[in-house]
């Protein structure tokens, strides 16, 4: 069965940066990485940012500026450098993928990786 794994998570002090990286494992290129949402405790999961395979992006307003999504097509992964962390930014964050490649998002989840950001 296709997962996607995340990694790359952690605790970070406020303004510091962490990348965060997703790939399949299994038949890695039957699900494509699309992109990163988070969820914070009594919060619904929201959109972080998002890529497609052939490079178009979506971000929230609120990582505009401080955070890049990129792939690379060639090892099927998608990664997220998040720079100028702040408390706000601490929540689990889901990649999420498509079996399809020109697609934004698709109906696939990895299990999340928590990103703390704390003094």
């Known amino acids: 069965q296709v997962q996607l794994v995340e990694s790359g998570g952690g605790l970070v002090q406020p303004g510091g940066s962490l990348r965060l990286s997703c790939v399949p494992s299994g038949r890695i290129f039957s699900i494509y990485p699309k992109g990163w949402y988070r969820q914070a405790p009594g919060k619904q999961r929201e959109l972080v940012a998002a890529i497609t395979n052939g490079g178009s992006t979506d971000y929230a307003d609120s990582v505009k500026g401080r955070f890049t999504i990129s792939r690379d097509n060639a090892k099927n992964t998608v990664y997220l450098q998040m720079n100028s962390l702040k408390p706000e930014d601490t929540a689990v964050y889901y990649c999420?993928?498509?079996?399809?490649?020109?697609?934004?998002?698709?109906?696939?989840w990895g299990q999340g990786t928590q990103v703390t950001v704390s003094s």
């Open positions: 999420n993928g498509d079996s399809r490649p020109w697609t934004m998002r698709g109906d696939y």
